[in-house]
């Protein structure tokens, strides 16, 4: 193994807090997320790979948290963009030809949408996609689930990864806001719920259903690692809201396209109403998409709910959109997604396997992580006591150093792109074969 260093990585890392605020520009690139003492600077990234600013060489699995899910400075997306910006422009509060070809992709593409508004986050159009439920069915609540992201705004950023010993019993948690700032009485307008649980479901609609707006989910759980929905669970879903008028979202900015071209809707055929999209639909640029029933998109079309934004459907971001879609909807893709995805997945249990380390391989094709557990890991409360693990801290570091770009919390997930080759693959499994030996005594430790 080639010395690893990263002393210039730490260097620009230092010097930029000077003027960033802790040296970055996010929560999840930082120390609190886990990058301790900081993360890798990066040079460039191309294909499956990227360089930081020491020469190290990554096979990349992070892949910006999920927007390169092809991978990174795709010709076909770099092309689309840049020709976007020689020959049409960038913006103009006005309608073009080619958002209305991006919508309608997408409305092919994905089984619930008739009616698509873009954006430019993920966070965007999930409030606006609670806000759509709140003036359809003119009801205040909205059920959001422990463990799940639905973006940072106010509204939302609640019970994400709740602190237990405060968030009250399993089947009737309290709402804990995520960070100070947020006003207590916005909980008020949420329910939260454990994750894969009817009859957490059931007793709250008997109790609160004609004050319930929507129920928000993610349909693939994939922040808290990967918790993938328990058969029937979807299914279930559907049929409470619809009974009870309750408008069903499916927040896809992460399975969105990815694990399937009309995203977890239609791997696991079960239709929402409302669908929020982001991440692979830009395929490495700044593009979201609300998209559902046209009764209920409708009312925005004649300005009765506001949806509004400068930036919206920007030819950079339409352009994008456009691409990655092209090369999303190319016949074969997902097959080879899942293909690779399988391997590695399948690669990983046996190197464990082979160690004595009882652990699951939690995934849905291009999207998994593993967690050190016995059991498999089915809400937030079960992750929990795995949640930042150190044995899994320890095993991302030695990845790391052997060119393999994971983020260092299990709280993230392993993604892979439609560049990754099998060449990619099997390096990769050598390199985690190797970091696992390299971190045996740390991984048969009985605690976590
Ligand atoms: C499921 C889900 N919804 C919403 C968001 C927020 O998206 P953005 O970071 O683009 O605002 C994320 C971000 O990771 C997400 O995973």
């Not at 159009?125 to 059920?143: K, P, S």
Request: glycine content about 10%; charged content about 20%.
């Amino acid at each position: 193994m080639a010395t690893y260093t990263t002393t210039r990585s730490e260097a620009l890392y230092l010097a930029a807090q000077d003027v960033i605020a802790g040296g970055v520009n996010s929560g999840a690139r930082g120390p609190g997320a886990g990058w301790v003492p900081g993360p890798p600077v990066v040079d460039h990234g191309s294909g499956a790979y990227l360089w930081d600013v020491d020469g190290n060489r990554y096979c990349d699995y992070l892949l910006a948290l999920g927007p390169m899910v092809h991978g990174h400075a795709h010709p076909v997306i770099t092309e689309a963009v840049t020709k976007a910006i020689h020959e049409t422009g960038t913006m103009f509060a006005l309608p073009y030809p080619q958002e209305a070809e991006a919508a309608r992709k997408i409305v092919e593409m994905v089984p619930s949408v008739e009616l698509v508004r873009f954006g430019n986050s993920g966070t965007e159009v999930v409030l606006h996609a609670t806000r759509l439920a709140r003036a359809f069915t003119g009801r205040d609540i909205i059920v959001r689930f422990e463990g799940q992201y639905h973006g940072w705004a106010d509204q939302l950023e609640w019970s994400h990864h709740p602190d237990l010993a405060k968030a009250g019993p399993r089947e009737h948690p309290r709402a804990l806001s995520g960070t100070p700032g947020i006003p207590e009485v916005i909980g008020q307008t949420l329910e939260v719920l454990p994750w894969n649980d009817q009859g957490a479901v059931e007793r709250l609609v008997a109790e609160k259903g004609d004050r319930i707006a929507g129920i928000l989910t993610e349909p693939i759980m994939g922040n808290t690692g990967v918790i993938p929905p328990k058969p029937g669970y979807l299914a279930f879903l559907r049929e409470i809201t619809r009974r009870r008028a309750i408008v069903l979202i499916f927040d896809e900015v992460i399975s969105g396209f990815r694990v399937a071209p009309g995203g977890a809707q239609e791997l696991y055929g079960v239709t929402p109403d409302l669908t929020t999209m982001a991440k692979a639909l830009g395929g490495g640029f700044p593009a979201a998409a609300i998209g559902g029933r046209r009764d209920i998109m409708d009312l925005v079309s004649d300005g009765a709910v506001l949806h509004a934004g400068t930036y919206n459907a920007n030819t950079v971001a339409v352009a994008a959109t456009n691409a990655s879609l092209d090369v999303l909807r190319t016949p074969g893709t997902h097959e080879r997604l899942f293909r690779l995805s399988e391997k590695l997945m399948a690669g990983m249990a046996a190197t464990f396997e082979r160690i004595g380390v009882p652990v699951q391989v939690q995934g849905v094709g291009p999207m998994f992580q593993f967690w050190f557990s016995e059991t498999p890991v089915v809400d937030y409360r079960d992750a929990a006591r795995h949640l930042n693990s150190p044995k899994y801290a320890a095993l991302a570091l030695e990845l790391h150093r052997r060119g393999v770009m994971v983020h260092p919390s299990n709280i993230e997930l392993w993604f892979v792109s439609t560049v990754h080759t099998d060449a990619d693959i099997d390096e990769t499994l050598q390199a985690f074969e190797d970091s696992v030996q390299a971190t045996k005594a740390t991984l048969t430790r009985a605690d976590d």
